[in-house]
């Protein structure tokens, strides 16, 4: 017993699980080269880019054999309440720095409009969010990581498809000093994953070469290049921030309750400006959304805060890119104060998903995360209960929901 109980603990020590696991990640890049090869990378390349790499073992989101695994790295956009994500500060900032530098790349941005069909102040919103117009210098050797997280990582095939999209880059000629990228592999100015940029990489400055490392130009144009591609209509606004009437029945939000915004007005709601919809808007599809529940602004949001949301799965990222889209343009901050919803841990809304699903409620995922489905989800089940509908996960409704459901398991299965 003693013996066995030594293996164990040799098997399960950091330093034999390390020579383990390493021995393992050389085999797995080894074993790359046929379907690199089929994508017209050399040996040379090839060889080059992978020999002597060592795991980064310190990334997120991993499973390393012999350890316990960590709960999966949190998105600010998820993990954030919205008040601090939204920050008021930060996005005013940004919105200067935006000012200036629409004026300086003007030529390049009237450009993009005429060729690709993307409004410029989107395209500047988008770079101001991923790398703060460049001043945010990503940490990470591209390779590194995305091997890394192929063959450690949650989704290996996503990463070990985006590994040989980084060696073709390679092998397109672009140096790896400049292939800098952050924990999950995203590189450039506008922070593209390794297959995007021959999906949507753009020329814009024509020198022959898409380069999304250096060239303003050509990382804007790209960046609108993946939103056209995404379903981006030049001109339409993105949302507008309303108010909610008296009764207002706040599970009323999603994409499967859009409608034309004309139907939104005769259910009372209205700019929060004031200003009433002009003729064209109100003929214009759009949902409800409202990133704190009944806890701060409320928006009706149109087919490009969906196109948004496609750069970036997140109703906050694509709040943020919209608002700071708008406050290049001149307008300024949201006219709805946030009340600051508390928010929960990670595993309590994977509860609350949870004892939806057992409710009754259609949950797609239980994934921890607060997005209009959940909280239309929260709304619809506070309706049914009785209960003052929030569509806001809290401590009091988690409370609620244990003692109505005390025989469903907590744990996560």
């Given at each position: 017993?003693?013996?066995?109980?030594?293996?164990?603990?040799?098997?399960?020590?950091?330093?034999?699980?390390?020579?383990?696991?390493?021995?393992?990640?050389?085999?797995?890049?080894?074993?790359?080269?046929?379907?690199a090869q089929r994508l017209g990378i050399t040996r040379p390349v090839f060889d080059d880019a992978l020999k002597d790499l060592v795991p980064d073992l310190t990334l997120p989101d991993l499973?390393?054999?012999?350890?316990?695994?960590?709960?999966?790295?949190?998105?600010?956009?998820f993990t954030r309440p919205p008040q601090d994500y939204l920050n008021k500060a930060m996005l005013e900032r940004l919105a200067g720095q935006g000012r200036v530098l629409a004026v300086k790349?003007?030529?390049?941005?009237?450009?993009?409009?005429?060729?690709?069909?993307?409004?410029?102040?989107?395209?500047?919103?988008?770079?101001?969010?991923?790398?703060?117009?460049?001043?945010?210098?990503?940490?990470?050797?591209?390779?590194?990581?995305?091997?890394?997280?192929?063959?450690?990582?949650?989704?290996?095939?996503?990463?070990?498809?985006?590994?040989?999209?980084?060696?073709?880059?390679?092998?397109?000629?672009?140096?790896?000093?400049?292939?800098?990228?952050?924990?999950?592999?995203?590189?450039?100015?506008?922070?593209?994953?390794?297959?995007?940029?021959?999906?949507?990489?753009?020329?814009?400055?024509?020198?022959?070469?898409?380069?999304?490392?250096?060239?303003?130009?050509?990382?804007?144009?790209?960046?609108?290049?993946?939103?056209?591609?995404?379903?981006?209509?030049?001109?339409?606004?993105?949302?507008?921030?309303?108010?909610?009437?008296?009764?207002?029945?706040?599970?009323?939000?999603?994409?499967?309750?859009?409608?034309?915004?004309?139907?939104?007005?005769?259910?009372?709601?209205?700019?929060?400006?004031?200003?009433?919809?002009?003729?064209?808007?109100?003929?214009?599809?759009?949902?409800?959304?409202?990133?704190?529940?009944?806890?701060?602004?409320?928006?009706?949001?149109?087919?490009?805060?969906?196109?948004?949301?496609?750069?970036?799965?997140?109703?906050?990222?694509?709040?943020?890119?919209?608002?700071?889209?708008?406050?290049?343009?001149?307008?300024?901050?949201?006219?709805?104060?946030?009340?600051?919803?508390?928010?929960?841990?990670?595993?309590?809304?994977?509860?609350?998903?949870?004892?939806?699903?057992?409710?009754?409620?259609?949950?797609?995922?239980?994934?921890?995360?607060?997005?209009?489905?959940?909280?239309?989800?929260?709304?619809?089940?506070?309706?049914g209960a009785k209960l003052t509908a929030d569509c806001w996960p809290t401590e009091a409704l988690l409370k609620q929901m244990r003692a109505a459901m005390p025989a469903v398991i907590q744990?996560?299965?």
């Amino acid at each position: 017993m003693a013996a066995l109980f030594a293996v164990a603990v040799a098997l399960t020590s950091p330093s034999a699980v390390s020579a383990q696991a390493q021995d393992g990640f050389r085999g797995f890049l080894q074993a790359l080269w046929p379907d690199a090869q089929r994508l017209g990378i050399t040996r040379p390349v090839f060889d080059d880019a992978l020999k002597d790499l060592v795991p980064d073992l310190t990334l997120p989101d991993l499973i390393l054999p012999g350890r316990e695994n960590s709960a999966p790295k949190g998105q600010a956009e998820f993990t954030r309440p919205p008040q601090d994500y939204l920050n008021k500060a930060m996005l005013e900032r940004l919105a200067g720095q935006g000012r200036v530098l629409a004026v300086k790349h003007t030529d390049s941005l009237k450009q993009i409009e005429v060729e690709i069909g993307v409004d410029g102040n989107a395209v500047l919103a988008i770079w101001g969010r991923e790398t703060a117009f460049g001043t945010y210098k990503l940490p990470h050797d591209a390779i590194r990581v995305l091997a890394t997280q192929a063959y450690f990582g949650r989704r290996k095939e996503t990463f070990r498809t985006e590994l040989l999209a980084a060696l073709r880059l390679l092998q397109s000629g672009t140096p790896r000093a400049t292939m800098k990228a952050s924990w999950a592999g995203a590189m450039g100015l506008t922070q593209f994953m390794p297959s995007e940029f021959a999906t949507h990489g753009y020329d814009l400055d024509k020198d022959g070469k898409v380069d999304l490392f250096g060239s303003v130009p050509d990382a804007l144009a790209s960046a609108a290049k993946q939103l056209k591609n995404k379903g981006w209509v030049l001109g339409l606004p993105w949302g507008f921030e309303v108010r909610r009437p008296t009764k207002a029945d706040c599970a009323l939000e999603g994409p499967n309750n859009g409608r034309p915004i004309s139907d939104w007005v005769k259910l009372g709601y209205v700019r929060a400006s004031g200003r009433p919809f002009s003729p064209e808007h109100l003929a214009v599809e759009a949902y409800l959304m409202q990133p704190a529940g009944t806890y701060g602004p409320v928006f009706l949001v149109t087919e490009n805060f969906k196109v948004i949301r496609r750069y970036n799965t997140s109703d906050l990222y694509a709040l943020f890119v919209g608002n700071l889209t708008d406050r290049i343009g001149g307008r300024g901050d949201f006219m709805t104060p946030w009340a600051e919803p508390k928010m929960l841990a990670t595993r309590d809304i994977e509860e609350i998903q949870r004892l939806l699903l057992k409710s009754g409620q259609t949950v797609d995922k239980i994934d921890g995360k607060i997005g209009s489905g959940t909280r239309q989800q929260i709304g619809a089940y506070q309706n049914g209960a009785k209960l003052t509908a929030d569509c806001w996960p809290t401590e009091a409704l988690l409370k609620q929901m244990r003692a109505a459901m005390p025989a469903v398991i907590q744990a996560k299965p």
